[in-house]
Structures are given as C-alpha cells and as structure tokens.
Nanobody, 121 residues
C-alpha cells in the first residue's frame, strides 16, 4: 500500500481558487507519475491531470485546461493541484493517485481517500 493524504478542499463560490495538496508517504514518490482525478455521485471517476516524476509529461483534461495547474515538490513528497476560475461543474471529490499503469487516463493503482470540493454558483 502507498498512503496518499489529500487536503485543501472546501466550499467556494464560482470564480474562486483552491489549491489541493497530496502528501505521499512512500520513498518511490520521486520516481512516480502522479495524478489527480475526480468523481461525483453516480458517475465514473474522471481524469483531471497527470504529472511525471520529473515534472515533465503534464497532461490535463480538456475541461480544466487553462484553469488548473498540477505541480510537484519531490523534496516534500507532495503533489499539488492549483484550481482557478472554479465552476459549479468542478464540484466533486478529488483524488490523488499514483502507480500509473497507462492503459487509460484513470489507470492508477493507488488512491487517496479524497477531498471534497464544492463550488456554488
């Protein structure tokens, strides 16, 4: 198991910003691709963003491109998701993930418990 702890979610108004953080308690963090995904009740988990171990190979979902920024600090074993210009449709539980297998955008092995983001109109 790889412990992943997300934080930073909350309730904000449309147009606001939030920064999510995910601390990974595993020595392999600095060599692992990390991802952020989100899920709303009754829907499948949705890819948001992905970043390679060296901060290269950054990929975003079209729905967040230009508004969200994924980054990482390997010295702190932490990956971030800066979310700007939030919209009500961004409301979801956001999950940090690692152990990317690459068969599809959501194909990660290890997941955190999630942090809730709610955007009011």
């Amino acid at each position: 198991q790889v412990p992943l702890i997300e934080s930073g979610g909350g309730l904000v108004q449309a147009g606001a910003s939030l920064r999510l953080s995910c601390v990974v308690s595993h020595q392999a963090f600095s060599t692992s691709t990390m991802g952020w995904l989100r899920q709303t009740p009754g829907k499948e988990r949705e890819f948001v963003a992905r970043i390679a171990w060296n901060s290269a190979g950054i990929v975003y979902a079209d729905s967040v491109k230009g508004r969200f920024t994924i980054s990482r600090d390997n010295d702190k074993n932490t990956v971030y998701l800066q979310m700007n210009s939030l919209e009500p449709l961004d409301s979801a539980t956001y999950y940090c993930a690692t152990g990317y297998r690459g068969r599809n955008l959501t194909d990660f092995i290890y997941w955190g418990q999630g942090t809730q983001v709610t955007v009011s109109s």
